[in-house]
């Protein structure tokens, strides 16, 4: 069992940067692949980033490619997510998911999310 905690979410201007965090219980949790996934009000939930447990393999969507970056660290059971350049059509509660397959397709494991507004 894997319990998945996010933070690091709030209101921020365009342009700008939020650092979202994951903290991930459970033993097993250094050899889960872990993602981020965001939801807009009206949308289907799309996936945004994710890292295989070694750390060598990582999927980011196209719309975030040069602005996010997706991180680990195993001794803290973390997971971090890293938004530059913010747009407003970022905003969408983001939920941490965690995956014993990579690529990850159906999570395992989802956090309650996280609220990140961008204003323009």
């Known amino acids: 069992q894997v319990q998945l905690v996010e933070s690091g979410g709030g209101l921020v201007q365009a342009g700008g940067s939020l650092r979202l965090s994951c903290i991930g219980s459970?033993?097993?949790?250094?050899?889960?692949?872990v993602g981020w996934f965001r939801q807009a009000p009206g949308e289907a939930r799309e996936p945004v980033a994710a890292?295989?447990?070694?750390?060598?393999?990582?999927y980011y969507a196209d719309s975030v490619k040069g602005r996010f970056t997706i991180s680990r660290d195993n001794a803290k059971f973390t997971v971090y997510l890293q938004m530059n350049s913010l747009k407003p059509e970022d905003t969408a509660v983001y939920y941490c998911?965690?995956?014993?397959?990579?690529?990850?397709?159906?999570?395992?494991?989802w956090g309650q999310g996280t609220q990140v507004t961008v204003s323009s």
């Open positions: 459970g033993r097993t949790f250094r050899w889960y692949t």
């Open positions: 998911a965690a995956d014993a397959n990579y690529p990850m397709r159906t999570p395992d494991y």
């Open positions: 890292m295989a447990w070694s750390g060598d393999s990582t």
